[in-house]
């Protein structure tokens, strides 16, 4: 039996070539503001490092006893308690999901109000390889120091547990519950193989493309058929022709999940499932219009009749980094001995999605990655699995939860800083209804 060729790993080192270059080039840009006052600033560094057990404690359980998405109950339980030690009421379950969490601190319905999010979900089979046990550790740790100080917070601060974002788009569910309409900006961090203060995350859509043929005998009467497989063939070949006029950005992947039982019988039903994503919303829609474009002709060429559904799940959409936050964030990395840093040292070419995108175009919003394994390290692998549970992951949770907890306070305590964030989330076309960008 032969076996597969072995992947070329020259394109991966050229990227790494000049990923390194780039790194010895590049000099974080200070922020303009000055944030919250440092008297406070320290008090809250150092109510993380005195939680830095309890902590370390949920990486490690969140790591041990890792749940799916939906799934994520003693996840859910485990945040909720941990909250509940420090006498903060919190609540489990909502905005219709029901491993939810949320909890709040600060000046009640005075002032602006910040969101920290954490993450808690894992992969099937491979548990927590993209970290998401380190999100969940660092945003508690910086809630619970900004509940320190939650009698000198000149508005509030809520950590919303999101589940389910491997695969899912939990966040985009609980928007649709309102769990964003009383916040007026958002922040997490994602464990990664750099400290990257931003990087590319594409929009993503699922499509599940159906074709239903005339099954007929394939030997004796194939000319009283018409094809299903055939049709899912064209489209799947299209789609990689396709693929040549797309921007560097885009990425489409398709399975033939279905196309027949008997070779002997004319297949009367295939299915194609696709990931459609993009940079941006709107060359995610110019995306799905052509990829509905494809599905029709290859309909049309084999006779066959098609249905097109969009977005099982919901969609993500990508990312839109506020930059004024940023800024605050690689400040108070920079306490820590980190130097995030800034789009475009690391390829654009690595690039995934998440459900936060759907959040970053309801209010203005951070994703920065902080460092927890080595570069090569990539997500969802068993290698990346292993490192979620490393000293480093627990280090970058600490870290994580000092740069989420002081960016939230100098999101709170400086106006100007506030006003240039908004300012910019609006330059950049504001808020849009994401539920039905796609119509």
Known sequence: MSQPTEPDRAYLQSIDALTRRLLAESVPDPSPFDGAPTAVSEEVEQGIDAVAEQLRHVVQQLHAHPETAFQEHRSAMLLHQEIARHGIDARLGGYGVGTSVRAEVGSGDRGPTIAILAEYDALPEIGHACGHNVIAAAALGAFLALAGVAD?????????????????????????????????????????????????????????????GVEAHASAQPFMGRNALDAANLAYQAIGLLRQQLPPSDRVHTNITEGGQSPNIIPGRAVLKLYARSQQPATLKDLSRRLEDVARGAALMTGTG??????????????????????????????????????????????????????????????????????????????????????????????????????????????????????????????????????
Request: charged share 20%; no cysteine.
């Open 306 to 439: 098609v249905e097109l559904q969009w977005d099982e799940h919901p969609p993500s959409l990508p990312i839109r980094t506020n930059n004024a936050l940023t800024g605050r964030w690689v400040a108070a990395q920079q306490r820590r001995g980190r130097s995030p840093l800034p789009l475009g040292v690391v390829s654009e070419t690595l690039a995934a999605s998440t459900d936060f995108g759907n959040v970053s175009y309801r209010v203005p919003g951070i994703h920065p990655l902080i460092r927890i394994a080595e570069p090569s390290t990539a997500l969802h692998t068993r290698g990346f699995a292993e490192a979620a549970a490393s000293v480093a992951a627990e280090q970058g949770a600490l870290d994580g939860a000092v740069g989420l907890a002081l960016t939230a306070l100098d999101y709170l305590f400086d106006a100007s800083l506030r006003a240039a964030v908004h300012a910019e989330f609006e330059e950049q076309g504001g808020a849009i209804d994401v539920p039905s960008y796609f119509d």
């Open 152 to 212: 000198r917070l000149p508005g509030r601060v809520v950590l919303l547990g999101t589940p389910a974002e491997e695969g899912h788009s939990g966040k985009e569910v609980m928007a649709r519950h309102g769990a964003f309409d009383d916040v007026d900006s958002a922040i997490m961090v994602h464990p990664y193989g750099y400290d990257l203060a931003d990087q590319v995350w594409l929009g993503r859509r699922l499509l599940t493309i159906t074709f239903t």
